[in-house]
């Protein structure tokens, strides 16, 4: 496709290049000679012709990148779509190789319970063989005896007739062997197609069975998550109403309550406060249980998140309760609780 549309491409640009120099020679002859020189509207035209046929090339070889973009992506296309006929034709491949084997298993062991059908039968027809050879023996005999009519005739009547017995016996026997290894071959088909049923049934079992179990541990899992989560925040919310009836019990002038330099005073109250805010927007896992961290934070004067220092502790904690810190960005406002010193080290303890 590539190589038949330079040749047109080709062709084209040379007649462009041929038609725009016919015209600039044409300009060139026809152009009157005026005194003085200088430009006239002649010159202008020969522009404008220029102009058009360079605009009229360019929007062509727009046309053939268009084309050949749409023509590469309808190449890409079809390769996709070979590809996934190859993939499916592979899968299908794979599904009948499979059902051959299960069928081929199917047909052994089929073939071995006939076989041992076989062997029985051809056992009963050796006797029924043995019992005719008999017979036959028996019936020669008979037959030497013919010297004694009266006697002989008698007998051979007798003996005739439980023959005739005997073949409608042995008769019986063979459709009733036939009726059996018809019976053998049915029950066994039979067989077959329940062992199936009953295998596709199990797994469709199991299949549920799993899917119960996986919903009803999802289901315990997240009951679990909620009220682990419900109990942090309920302990959280007991901690900061705690430390604010602390805080509004407090006499201004009373002994011990005036902030000393740092963190004393009402700055242990603000750590309080400030542990449990973090631990009411963290995500606390069962295994942060009897674990502490201290993590280092510096705030500006009212409550804005500065920066999040180093954290000593359990990794664990000391990464959901820096996410906390992120995600709120700015602690309670420091305050009323006479806060001096703004770089913090707080103790952490889901």
Same mark, same amino acid.
Request: aromatic letters at 2%; a positive charge.
């Given at each position: 496709?590539?190589?038949?549309?330079?040749?047109?491409?080709?062709?084209?640009?040379?007649?462009?290049?041929?038609?725009i120099l016919?015209?600039?020679?044409?300009?060139?002859?026809?152009?009157?000679?005026?005194?003085?020189?200088?430009?006239?509207?002649g010159?202008?035209?020969a522009?404008?012709i220029?102009?058009l046929q360079?605009k009229?090339?360019?929007?062509?070889?727009?046309?053939q990148?268009?084309?050949?973009?749409?023509?590469?992506?309808?190449?890409?296309?079809?390769?996709?779509?070979?590809?996934?006929?190859?993939?499916?034709?592979k899968e299908?491949?794979?599904?009948?190789?499979?059902?051959?084997?299960?069928?081929?298993?199917?047909?052994?062991?089929?073939a071995?319970?006939?076989?041992?059908?076989?062997q @029985?039968?051809e056992? &009963?027809? !050796? /006797?029924? #063989? $043995? =019992? %005719?050879?008999?017979?036959?023996e028996?019936? *020669?005999?008979? +037959?030497?005896?013919?010297?004694?009519?009266?006697?002989?005739?008698?007998?051979?009547?007798?003996?005739?007739?439980?023959?005739?017995?005997k073949?409608?016996?042995l008769?019986?026997?063979?459709?009733a062997?036939?009726k059996?290894?018809?019976?053998?071959?049915?029950?066994?088909?039979?067989?077959?197609?329940?062992?199936?049923l009953?295998?596709?049934?199990?797994?469709?079992?199991?299949?549920?069975? @799993?899917?119960?179990? &996986?919903? !009803? /541990?999802? #289901? $315990? =899992? %997240?009951?679990?998550?909620d009220q682990?989560r *419900?109990?942090? +925040?309920?302990?959280?919310?007991?901690?900061?109403?705690?430390?604010f009836?602390d805080?509004?019990?407090?006499?201004?002038?009373?002994?011990?309550?005036k902030?000393?330099?740092?963190m004393?005073?009402d700055g242990?109250?603000?750590?309080?406060?400030?542990?449990?805010t973090?631990q009411?927007?963290?995500?606390i896992?069962?295994?942060m249980k009897g674990?502490?961290?201290?993590?280092?934070?510096?705030?500006?004067?009212d409550?804005?998140?500065?920066s999040?220092?180093?954290?000593?502790?359990?990794?664990?904690?000391c990464?959901?309760?820096?996410?906390?810190?992120?995600?709120?960005g700015?602690?309670?406002?420091?305050?009323p609780?006479?806060?001096?010193?703004?770089?913090?080290?707080?103790?952490?303890q889901?």
């Open positions: 496709m590539k190589r038949s549309m330079t040749g047109p491409v080709a062709v084209s640009l040379l007649l462009h290049a041929l038609l016919a015209f600039v020679l044409k300009w060139n002859l026809d152009k009157p000679k005026r005194p003085g020189g200088g430009g006239g509207g010159v202008v035209h522009v404008v220029d102009q360079f009229q090339h360019a929007e062509f070889v727009k046309q990148k268009q084309q050949k973009l749409e023509e590469q992506q309808e190449r890409i296309q079809e390769q996709k779509k070979e590809v996934e006929a190859v993939r499916q034709q299908q491949e794979t599904i009948r190789l499979r059902k051959e084997q299960e069928q081929q298993k199917a047909k052994k062991e089929l071995r319970k006939k076989e041992v059908e076989r @029985k039968l056992a &009963e027809q !050796k /006797k029924i #063989a $043995l =019992e %005719k050879k008999k017979q036959e028996l019936k *020669k005999e008979l +037959e030497q005896k013919k010297l004694e009519e009266d006697r002989q005739k008698k007998l051979e009547e007798q003996k005739k007739a439980a023959e005739k017995q073949e409608e016996e008769k019986k026997k063979e459709e062997l036939k059996k290894e018809a019976e053998l071959k049915k029950a066994e088909q039979e067989k077959l197609k329940q062992e199936k009953a295998a596709e049934k199990k797994k469709q079992q199991e299949l549920e069975r @799993k899917k119960a179990e &996986e919903a !009803k /541990k999802k #289901a $315990l =899992e %997240k009951k679990q998550a682990a *419900k109990k942090n +925040e309920q302990d959280a919310k007991k901690l900061e109403d705690d430390l009836s805080l509004e019990s407090d006499t201004p002038g009373a002994p011990g309550n902030a000393g330099p740092g004393g005073g242990d109250a603000y750590s309080g406060l400030v542990s449990a973090i009411r927007n963290m995500f896992d069962q295994n674990k502490t961290a201290v993590l280092k934070v510096k705030i500006a004067p409550g804005l998140i500065i999040i220092g180093s954290c000593d502790g359990d990794s664990s904690i990464s959901a309760a820096t996410a906390a810190l992120n995600k709120i700015s602690l309670p406002d420091p305050k609780f006479h806060v001096t010193d703004y770089d913090l080290a707080i103790s952490v889901p």
